[in-house]
T-cell receptor, first 115, second 116 residues
Framework: AQKVTQAQTEISVVEKEDVTLDCVYETRDTTYYLFWYKQPPSGELVFLIRRNSFDEQNEISGRYSWNFQKSTSSFNFTITASQVVDSAVYFCAVVIGGGADGLTFGKGTHLIIQP | DSGVTQTPKHLITATGQRVTLRCSPRSGDLSVYWYQQSLDQGLQFLIQYYNGEERAKGNILERFSAQQFPDLHSELNLSSLELGDSALYFC???????????????FGEGSWLTVV
């Protein structure tokens, strides 16, 4: 079965610092999809990005960037010039091609941005 | 706003009772998923429906059941509730089932269930 590890339980940084959230996944399937979701204090889960296993191109969206490396089974998320509004719990997730197990989430990383 | 609508947003009920959570997927989405988020178990996949039929099953208890109706809305029924069922229940939707390429799963705001 697949597994996602987010080793950082909580990270606290001062506003404007860059911060990287780590995500390591395990799966035996060659076709899989990786996701990042943001859960702000209000509770909803907000979709950030989806990446296919056969597309290792890194992606940048404004202050957000993602580094996908199949060689290390990692899909890390970096926020540049962090802002207080970035404070939230961030979840990494994986789904294998068959989809029978749904999304497998990591435990999440609680990111605190201090003003 | 993801476009996925869940009701009720908050619910408090007693042990042994039965509740129904409702979900309307995004317009055009055929798949509906239910997830449970609790402090000890984290986010867990419960069940998926695709165009009215059960598509995949996760860690859903026998006391729980779900269905998807012809208009594609879905309901999650939780019965014989226990204190440990207190959690945030999410509904999510996507256009296709997970086998489809380019598929993104959008979550609703969740239904907070407290069992007392």
């Amino acid at each position: 079965a697949q597994k996602v590890t987010q080793a950082q339980t909580e990270i606290s940084v001062v506003e404007k610092e860059d911060v990287t959230l780590d995500c390591v996944y395990e799966t035996r399937d060659t076709t899989y999809y990786l996701f990042w979701y943001k859960q702000p204090p209000s509770g909803e889960l907000v979709f950030l990005i989806r990446r296919n296993s056969f597309d290792e191109q890194n992606e940048i969206s404004g202050r957000y960037s993602w580094n996908f490396q199949k060689s290390t089974s990692s899909f890390n998320f970096t926020i540049t010039a962090s802002q207080v509004v970035d404070s939230a719990v961030y979840f990494c997730a994986v789904v294998i091609g068959g989809g029978a197990d749904g999304l497998t989430f990591g435990k999440g990383t609680h990111l605190i941005i201090q003003p | 706003d993801s476009g996925v609508t869940q009701t009720p947003k908050h619910l408090i009920t007693a042990t042994g009772q039965r509740v129904t959570l409702r979900c309307s997927p995004r317009s055009g989405d055929l798949s509906v998923y239910w997830y449970q988020q609790s402090l000890d178990q984290g986010l867990q996949f419960l069940i998926q429906y695709y165009n009215g039929e059960e598509r995949a099953k996760g860690n859903i208890l026998e006391r729980f059941s779900a269905q998807q109706f012809p208009d594609l809305h879905s309901e999650l029924n939780l019965s014989s509730l226990e204190l440990g069922d207190s959690a945030l229940y999410f509904c999510a939707s996507s256009v296709e089932d997970l086998l489809g390429a380019g598929n993104t799963i959008y979550f609703g705001e969740g239904s907070w269930l407290t069992v007392v």
